[in-house]
């Protein structure tokens, strides 16, 4: 297969994954008494976060090169796959297009919310105070759904074709991921929360970053 100018940029959703996981796991340094195994990722890129400077230096390429990977896919499959995987695909492009426009229009005013909060309710509680922190939540409750819904649609669909049925699993594992992810920090003990907190970050990273290499290799490689 000769590749084209799209398909090598499909490789900018792995250098968007990259951009994420050093940005996850570096910018802790600049962030004294930072603990990743308790704290959320977000709190690293609060508005009066430490580790902010940092944080956007080493994530300069995850949303620009999510958003532009996650795009050309969407292009790229107009007229192509089956409806459920065209569809899903479109969803999960709306997500990746939700999060990075909206966590950059709504950052965490404070990275101590999630110390304070007893809880869910009173997380929410809190971060209500601040219209700003308030848009977080509802960037974040939109993100997640349209990962579950989208994620849901393509591994149907797959599987009931049984065709693509590879993307199938790897929408599979992303979604159990996410839903460990999402299950563990509402259950798990406090001192644990930010390590389930990430399993849902990097499954939606991580599936983006599938779908560049998919576009890349050229999605017709795939088809069972």
């Given at each position: 297969m000769k590749r084209t100018l799209i398909n090598w940029l499909g490789l900018l959703g792995i250098v968007s994954f990259l951009s994420y996981a050093a940005a996850v796991v570096f910018s802790p340094l600049a962030y004294p008494?930072?603990?990743?195994?308790?704290?959320?990722v977000s709190d690293l890129s609060a508005a009066d976060a430490p580790s902010l400077g940092l944080w956007t230096r080493l994530s300069a390429f995850y949303?620009?090169?999510?958003?532009?990977?996650?795009t050309l896919v969407a292009v790229s499959i107009q007229g192509k796959l089956d409806r459920g995987l065209r569809v899903g695909t479109y969803l999960f492009a709306v997500m990746q297009w939700v999060s990075g426009v909206g966590y950059t229009m709504f950052p965490l005013t404070s990275a101590e919310y999630t110390e304070s909060a007893a809880g869910v309710a009173d997380a929410v509680g809190t971060m209500m105070e601040s219209v700003q922190d308030a848009g977080?939540?509802?960037?974040?409750?939109?993100?997640?759904?349209?990962?579950?819904?989208s994620l849901l649609?393509?591994?149907?669909?797959?599987?009931?074709?049984?065709?693509y049925v590879s993307l199938a699993l790897w929408a599979s594992a992303a979604l159990i991921l996410m839903m460990a992810g999402g299950i563990g920090v509402g259950v798990v003990p406090k001192e644990v929360f930010g390590l389930f907190q990430r399993f849902s970050n990097l499954a939606a990273t991580g599936f983006n970053a599938v779908l560049g290499v998919y576009l890349f290799q050229g999605f017709g490689r795939y088809r069972e």
């Open positions: 008494g930072y603990d990743w195994m308790s704290r959320a949303g620009l090169g999510g958003i532009a990977c996650i977080h939540i509802v960037v974040t409750a939109l993100v997640v759904a349209l990962s579950i819904v649609v393509i591994l149907v669909s797959g599987y009931r074709r049984k065709r």
